[in-house]
């Protein structure tokens, strides 16, 4: 439970830095289990302020399936902390020493590209960055019962964003 507001930091060029010490720490843990890594969330967008927490995506080939990838990522300090088996059969795990939420999805979730396309469009378009700034600054000076509810109100900013993204790259 929050009963507050969110606390948003300036982007910090070490966030990748951290990122690319929980990937080694990962792909450690995963061996071929793991399909792809990747950094995601504002603190993977040079620029973006955030919550200074790093978020992680993570394919398996099936997420539903925890007993092929959830021993071994606890091994090296992981906790399963959130089981979404009817929301992409999402798991979320936190980091041992580190910050993190790691989002856990199975190969060919739609989920992935829409986080990967949000993630690259604001990379690279100044505009909607700017404008996802200003959404999240204006929603985070508000009170919160809980952190997912400031994540849920950031929704219609996102969908706006990735459906822009999506129709550019439809048009490329």
């Known amino acids: ?55 992680i995506l993570v394919v398996v080939e099936n997420s539903s399936d925890e007993g092929s990838y959830v ?8 906790v399963l902390r959130i089981r979404e088996s009817d929301w992409h059969e999402h798991r979320m795990f936190r980091g041992p020493d580190t910050s993190i939420n790691m989002h856990v999805f199975s190969r060919g979730d739609s989920e992935i590209g829409r986080m990967l396309l949000f993630r690259d469009w604001l990379r690279e378009n100044a505009e909607d960055r700017e404008h996802y700034r200003r959404a999240k600054r204006e929603l985070a000076g508000r009170k919160w019962r809980y952190v997912q509810n400031y994540a849920d109100a950031k929704s219609i900013v996102v969908e706006e964003i990735i459906n822009r993204a999506s129709a550019s790259r439809r048009q490329a």
């Open 71 to 78: 021993r071994e990522l606890e091994s090296v300090g992981y």
């Open 1 to 55: 439970m929050l009963n507050g507001t969110i606390s948003l930091v300036e982007y910090d060029s070490s966030w990748p830095v951290l990122f690319e010490r929980e990937s080694k720490r990962i792909r450690s843990a995963l061996g071929k289990k793991e399909l792809m890594i990747e950094h995601v969330g504002s603190t993977s967008v040079p620029g973006l302020a955030a919550k200074p927490i790093i978020d």
